[in-house]
């Protein structure tokens, strides 16, 4: 159930992408995605909630179930409308910073966050319970939100501008979905809700660095290539988190299990054995039918050459959700060096960039092959690192 809802979360959420790509010239396809790279990095606050909460409440093996997700609920009403403000504060330096020309464009990630946030608490609740009918159910709200307000804004307006209300409207269906859902939640304390602001902080963290370097790629691609080979990345960049998501169901349902049983090595190597598998199909599917992926990511017109080095981003995709899995692991362990570890990586890859494309050394379709390229290392070498110091922290409590 989960992963049928995930899959129709995620086909309908890349529908949209792919019909922007089609809608849209390269260079406002480009700054569409920068700003939905904006709202994935922004939406380490919802993650966090549903990875803290659903960590809280399959762990708690007696009564009170109901005033623990009464609590997630409150905290997610509380990180909604702090991020809201937040993201309203920061938007002129968005708007210098990503060279966007709609004021509105960036002003509506505040509302879109806001409302990602509040089902970020819902979905905490949902599969901390293991109430996987609703759970899909969520997901399933999430892709035809998106996809159906988003697709309709640019058939009446082909704009970044359009693009960012379809968006913004489709991100409240899904809390929605989640009041109804769970209408009725109650008797949380304040301590609780304390509790599972604290535990979110933490959670939130990891995930802000994963997010951060998992989309750094398109924000460097953006500010240091010309429109052009900027938007020929943006294209690449669907095949790559196609194949990063793909995955995403393994995580969500194995989560749980890792939280109430931090010591199961055995079962964080099968996920991840589960996860790389997918990610070697993705690889192989990029190699042997470039034109099918170069249709789909943006049309063989718009860009002819993609199809050449589809496959990198396809590696870098798939090695990223190696990567989100292990960050997961993390979280489900409590292990809080994770964040620095995944920092010191964004680092490393932005000073690379900066000196081989930001320098000139690579230009052209040949600085997009080796950022891809740097991305699927980077991202290989963090999950390796991670991977071997939850292994020696579980030996350790052993």
């Known amino acids: ?214 989309n750094a790629d398109a924000l460097l691609a953006r500010g240091l290539m010309d429109g052009q080979h900027s938007g020929y990345y943006a294209a690449g960049v669907i095949v790559a988190k196609a194949c990063l998501f793909l995955p995403q169901f393994v995580i969500v349902i194995v989560f749980p299990s890792l939280a109430s049983s931090p010591g199961d090595t055995l079962r964080l190597r099968r996920a991840i054995q589960a996860v790389a598998a997918l990610g070697v199909c993705c690889v192989l599917g990029a190699l042997l039918l470039p034109d099918l992926v170069v249709t789909v990511a943006g049309g063989k017109d718009k860009y002819p050459v993609l199809g050449d080095f589809a496959w990198i981003f396809a590696l870098a995709g798939s090695a990223y959700a190696v990567l989100q899995l292990v960050v997961y692991a993390a979280i489900a362990q409590q292990e809080k060096r994770a964040a620095l570890v995944i920092w010191i990586g964004l680092a490393v890859l932005a000073v690379a960039a900066l000196i081989v494309i930001g320098t000139d050394l690579a230009t052209g379709f040949t600085a997009i092959k080796v950022l891809a390229a740097m991305t699927a290392v980077c991202a290989i070498a963090l999950s390796a690192v991670l991977a071997t110091g939850l292994h020696r922290q579980t030996a350790d409590k052993a």
């Open 1 to 214: 159930m989960v992963a049928v809802g995930m899959a129709v979360m995620n086909v309908a959420a890349y529908g949209f992408t792919l019909f922007a790509v089609h809608r849209l010239v390269p260079e406002q396809f480009s700054a569409v995605v920068a700003l939905l790279g904006l709202l994935l990095i922004g939406n380490v606050v919802p993650l966090g909630l549903q990875a803290s909460g659903a960590r809280r409440i399959a762990t708690h093996t007696g009564a009170g179930r109901e005033a623990l997700a009464d609590s997630l609920l409150r905290a997610g009403r509380r990180s909604a409308l702090g991020l809201t403000v937040v993201c309203l504060l920061a938007s002129p330096l968005l708007i210098w910073l990503l060279h966007i020309d709609s004021v509105l464009a960036v002003i509506l990630l505040a509302p879109t966050l806001g409302g990602l946030t509040l089902m970020g608490s819902q979905l905490g609740v949902l599969q901390g319970s293991e109430r996987w009918t609703e759970l899909a159910a969520m997901y399933t709200a999430v892709g035809v939100g998106r996809f159906a307000f988003g697709a309709g804004a640019l058939v009446i307006h082909p704009s970044v501008t359009a693009a960012m209300i379809g968006v913004a409207v489709g991100a409240a269906v899904p809390p929605l979905v989640g009041s109804f859902l769970l209408r009725g939640s109650r008797g949380g304390t304040p301590e609780q809700v304390k509790e599972v602001l604290r535990e979110t902080i933490h959670g939130t963290h990891a995930l802000l660095a994963f997010f951060a370097i998992a």
